[in-house]
């Protein structure tokens, strides 16, 4: 089978040149707006619904509020898995659909669930909030703010004001949110006494000022020829005024506000807090848009707050976290080693060539090829992000591996007499099959990775079609551009008088026995697969490779009951502590909250930044083990390690409707992971006990005075934290609203004695105290509730030790004694990165199944036969062998980039056993004796061979240095394919000639027998 379209292309050069000069403006173009990320821009219909009401425990919310939401929820269409999280106050469910479901569509069906259940939600709740959720959506920068000048309330407010309503308005920025600070409040402050003595309830109050301090709109009016709109005035425009508010009680009587309670604009009691090496600071968080760039919003953010330290002198702003750095790091190092690659790529053709102008025609297809698939990366919507510059990085040295098999073959024959012209004619037709077979194979193999399903299948897309669209350009490269340089920029040297070496010489007889003994060949090399096989057991199952990012997170837990107070001390002194660390930079504290949970005081998270990764000895994996080790001597607290994400190393979940038997369960299997050696930090989810006051009513009593258990329990919360948040009064500010939060005084509140004495509207306008209705004791109640699927459940995490291999740490987990024998009812499952893990290593299996079947199938087109691509696919098991080989040297797992380079080599290993039936096939269409052809075609295409995988070798061995951010991950899979291109280029060239004989063999005996039921070919004459 001969192309023409290199002839063609030779004959006429000027399209060829022309097409390529636009295909390289286009992309040099599109590169330049390509935007910087971490990680694909993925569209995952994810939706969030927040329902808060002030002082709700768990257990109540997740009666009256979160089951009522799941059970309207499970009846959506597309809902995969419905998450929720249940902490003091508020509940949180989190609702996965699968991915075919339209992500704006599971918003509205979601809203549309929750109006038909709202009425029979608690009337106290705070309105609903439903949200889709971008999983990119997390903060890319971190800033603090000073002001000396400023109290902390007006630095917040100015941050919320002033900060965020500029920095919001730029285009890329998605969200900005403050992390700690404070809310300016009016705080009522009543005095318990005075109330009792009045016979006013702190209901009564927020109910009074509600109603009177409140501007509304009075209607519209016709006066003196004019229309005029009617507003009646009523909110207080000055403390004072607030302060003089009548409050109307019992017997017609009013009494001033003041008389009763103590007015104050002051702040809203923190819940949280941040501080920056032990100095209290104002933070605020920055969230790029959806497909935006993390390097473009980070420079016209600095523009922004450039312009606003210029606009407000008395405030500075410093970075004090973020993950640009190391995504910006991540481009510059896979740049750095796709140059490099290619670089020592073309050293590699130069040494093989000696011929500089045969090395400059190579040399130019790799720009040439991958500068056109940044245009293609960009009419897909794709960006610079960690996989698709994986794609790039890894295909350095295949893009120019076409050109060289097309000039070698050039140089062959130019050494044969012919002028530079008619070699390139002659020679770029005969190798065109093979060209073109090597660089579909690739494409076949890489198209279905595209399709993987889940989660994985939408990172991925970006890494199959960028590999598939720079190999294709590295097709026409070679078959239009590179023969019109070769013919018309290459010279003739006069003929070669090279004689064979020893080396060919060797090569030739080993050949030739190969073939003569062709099954003995065939079965080792099938003994050779089987080993490779069996050796996989003996490397560990990993994920993704532990990444040295300079930045670390860890969450502190403390006991329940724990004031933020104590957990701002307590972090202080563990900051101070990690800051004599050499190689730590700077330690902020994110203190309320940890990232992935839900706010609590007791909690909080502590980022660590770390001395850039090359200027200290020590890596980020064995300081995390230092700070692990510092952290155990802290009394009375739980800690771990979590990622950006907010999920731990191992993440596994016990299920099931009985939730005694799911803690039993729980409690044992964490019991018997602690005894694990691989595991560190392993915590449970299991809910803690918290001390609770509890209030039970007295209901025969209560119900014969006329008081019901709603007003009793209005009746506290707003005397202990005031009313929620959309039933406060308001105090008009000028420029915005202030809450006004009436509740008894601070002092009050922890007398045990006021909270009995409090008045209780009672029938026909009486009071009653709270100790006659109600009987107040102490018990515990739970401080949070997990819930997955409906069912009570409880999250099982840890840290790996020492190493990556997740795989082998959930096997060891699932072959526990209390894993294998679980009551009835309760399961055991998969989350997080286990999930993920299972579902990309499934997904890749399916692809790598496609892909081959893809592979022998354009291999059965090319060569019009069904039994001689079968050689071709004899050459994929022998590349198995050098990747573990290679793994075992270096101490790497069977990780993600592992398995992305087994892929990999499923496309370019076949080349070898192309090149080589290719040419015997040729041979054998002349007359050529199959041995004589097959043995020549080894003579022949043993240094094309060589010297492309050398090349691709070279391209790939500057990233498995793992040097730069991000080398970590393309370390495992540059090292996997580099042993299993070297072992199986070496295999393949004995393995494939005997096999090509045998599948010789095969063919003729197929052809004898099934001639006869084949009738006779009698094609007509053609027409004159």
């Known amino acids: 089978m001969r192309l023409n379209v290199s002839a063609w292309a030779i004959r006429k050069p000027i399209p060829s040149v022309v097409l390529f000069l636009v295909l390289t403006v286009l992309g040099i173009v599109s590169f330049r707006g390509l935007p910087i990320t971490l990680f694909p821009?993925?569209?995952?219909?994810?939706?969030?619904v927040t329902v808060t009401q002030g002082g709700a425990a768990p257990a109540e919310l997740e009666k009256q509020v979160t089951k009522r939401i799941e059970d309207s929820i499970a009846g959506v269409a597309g809902v995969k898995h419905i998450i929720s999280q249940i902490t003091d106050g508020q509940s949180t469910t989190t609702i996965e659909f699968r991915l075919e479901v339209n992500p704006d569509r599971a918003v509205n069906d979601v809203k549309d669930s929750l109006a038909k259940i709202r009425a029979d939600l608690p009337r106290t709740i705070d309105e609903p909030i439903t949200q889709r959720i971008d999983v990119a959506g997390l903060p890319i920068l971190t800033y603090a703010a000073y002001a000396p000048a400023k109290t902390i309330e007006e630095l917040s407010w100015f941050i919320d004001d002033v900060v965020i309503r500029r920095l919001q308005g730029i285009r890329g920025v998605g969200t900005v949110e403050r992390i700690g600070g404070v809310e300016r409040e009016i705080r009522i402050s009543l005095d318990p006494a005075r109330l009792a003595s009045f016979g006013i309830t702190a209901a009564d109050v927020n109910r009074q000022l509600k109603a009177t301090s409140v501007d509304l709109a009075g209607g519209r009016a016709e006066l003196g020829g004019q229309e005029q709109t009617i507003r009646t005035l009523a909110a207080a425009k000055r403390i004072e005024e607030l302060a003089d508010t009548k409050i109307g009680i019992s017997g017609g009587r009013k009494l001033r506000l003041e008389e009763i309670a103590d007015v104050r604009d002051t702040i809203a009691e923190p819940r949280t807090f941040a501080r920056l090496d032990g100095r209290p600071v104002v933070a605020f968080s920055i969230t790029r848009a959806r497909g935006a760039s993390d390097q473009r919003v980070t420079e016209v953010v600095e523009a922004e707050l450039a312009r606003l330290r210029e606009a407000h002198a008395d405030v500075r702003f410093s970075l004090i976290d973020g993950t640009v750095a190391y995504t910006v790091g991540n481009y510059r190092s896979a740049m750095g080693a796709l140059i490099e690659g290619a670089a020592l790529?073309?050293?590699?053709?130069?040494?093989?060539?000696?011929?500089?102008?045969?090395?400059?025609?190579?040399?130019?297809?790799?720009?040439?090829?991958?500068?056109?698939?940044?245009?293609?990366?960009?009419?897909?919507?794709?960006?610079?992000?960690?996989?698709?510059?994986?794609?790039?990085?890894?295909?350095?040295?295949?893009?120019?591996?076409?050109?060289?098999?097309?000039?070698?073959?050039?140089?062959?024959?130019?050494?044969?007499?012919?002028?530079?012209?008619?070699?390139?004619?002659?020679?770029?037709?005969?190798?065109?099959?093979?060209?073109?077979?090597?660089?579909?194979?690739?494409?076949?193999?890489?198209?279905?990775?595209?399709?993987?399903?889940?989660?994985?299948?939408?990172?991925?897309?970006?890494?199959?079609?960028?590999?598939?669209?720079?190999v294709i350009f590295s097709l026409l490269v070679a078959r239009l551009l590179t023969p019109v340089l070769a013919a018309y920029f290459m010279r003739d040297h006069g003929p070669s008088d090279h004689v064979e070496g020893p080396v060919s010489r060797a090569y030739s007889r080993l050949v030739a026995v190969s073939v003569r003994h062709r099954f003995l060949t065939v079965l080792a090399g099938l003994g050779v697969f089987a080993a490779s096989i069996w050796s996989m057991q003996l490397l560990p199952a990993g994920f993704i490779p532990p990444e040295d990012k300079a930045r670390t997170i860890f969450a502190i837990e403390l006991p329940p009951g724990t004031r933020l107070a104590d957990t701002q001390r307590i972090t202080d002194e563990i900051g101070t502590r990690l800051r004599g660390i050499p190689e730590v930079d700077s330690v902020f504290v994110d203190g309320g909250r940890v990232l992935g949970s839900g706010k609590e005081v007791r909690k909080a998270s502590i980022v660590i930044n770390f001395t850039p990764k090359g200027t200290r000895k020590r890596s980020q994996a064995v300081l995390e083990e230092v700070v692990t080790e510092l952290l155990s001597h802290e009394p009375d607290i739980r800690f771990w390690n979590v990622k950006d994400n907010g999920q731990r190393a191992l993440s596994l979940i016990v299920a099931g409707d009985d939730?005694?038997?799911?803690?039993?369960?729980?409690?044992?299997?964490?019991?018997?992971?602690?005894?694990?050696?691989?595991?560190?930090?392993?915590?449970?989810?299991?809910?803690?006990?918290?001390?609770?006051?509890?209030?039970?009513?007295?209901?025969e009593l209560a119900a014969d005075l006329g008081v019901a258990t709603d007003t009793i329990s209005e009746t506290v919360r707003i005397a202990t934290i005031g009313d929620v948040g959309a039933n406060l009064a308001k105090f008009d500010a000028g420029d915005r609203l202030i809450p006004i939060r009436v509740q008894l005084d601070e002092r009050a509140r922890g007398d045990w004695r006021n909270l009995e004495a409090l008045k209780l509207p009672g029938r026909d306008g009486s009071s009653v105290p709270l100790a006659v209705v109600a009987e107040l004791s102490f018990g515990r109640g739970l401080t949070s509730i997990d819930r997955y699927d409906r069912t009570r459940r409880i999250a099982l995490e840890a840290d790996l030790r020492g190493t990556d291999a997740l795989g082998a740490a959930v096997d060891a987990i699932y072959a526990t004694e209390t894993a294998r024998n679980l009551p009835p009812g309760v399961r055991l499952q998969q989350f997080g990165d286990v999930e993920v893990m299972a579902e990309v290593f499934a997904g890749f299996a399916l692809a790598m199944g496609a892909g081959l079947m893809m592979v022998y199938g354009v291999m059965v087109l090319l060569f019009g036969g069904f039994l001689q691509p079968i050689t071709i696919l004899f050459s994929l098991p022998l590349s198995i062998g050098g990747v573990i080989i290679a793994l075992l040297l270096t101490g790497d797992a069977m990780s993600m980039p592992v398995v992305i380079g087994i892929l990999m080599l499923m496309g370019i290993v076949t080349k070898n056993a192309i090149m080589l039936v290719d040419f015997a096939v040729e041979a054998m269409a002349r007359g050529v004796s199959r041995t004589e052809a097959i043995v020549d075609a080894g003579r022949k295409r043993a240094r094309p061979i060589v010297m492309t995988t050398i090349a691709m070798a070279a391209g790939m061995f500057p990233s498995a240095l793992a040097l730069g951010d991000g080398g970590e991950f393309r370390a495992p899979m540059a090292i996997a394919v580099i042993g299993g291109l070297i072992v199986s280029t070496v295999l393949s060239l004995v393995f494939v000639p005997a096999v090509f004989c045998v599948m010789d063999d095969v063919e003729r005996f197929a052809g004898r027998v099934f001639a006869r039921l084949v009738g006779p070919r009698d094609e007509p004459a053609p027409e004159l």
Do not use: C
């Open 41 to 48: 821009n993925v569209d995952i219909p994810i939706v969030m």
């Open 345 to 470: 790529a073309v050293l590699v053709v130069l040494i093989f060539l000696r011929d500089w102008r045969a090395t400059l025609v190579s040399a130019i297809a790799l720009p040439l090829s991958a500068i056109p698939a940044f245009w293609a990366m960009d009419a897909m919507g794709f960006s610079l992000n960690l996989v698709s510059l994986l794609a790039i990085t890894l295909v350095t040295g295949i893009l120019v591996d076409d050109a060289i098999v097309e000039v070698e073959n050039i140089v062959r024959h130019i050494r044969m007499g012919k002028s530079a012209y008619r070699a390139a004619l002659e020679a770029a037709d005969e190798i065109g099959l093979a060209v073109m077979a090597i660089t579909m194979t690739i494409v076949a193999v890489f198209a279905p990775v595209s399709f993987m399903g889940g989660i994985a299948g939408q990172y991925f897309k970006q890494f199959g079609l960028t590999v598939a669209a720079a």
């Open 659 to 699: 939730a005694e038997a799911v803690v039993r369960s729980a409690v044992a299997l964490q019991s018997e992971m602690r005894r694990l050696p691989m595991l560190a930090n392993v915590t449970s989810t299991v809910p803690l006990d918290r001390p609770e006051l509890r209030v039970a009513p007295r209901l």
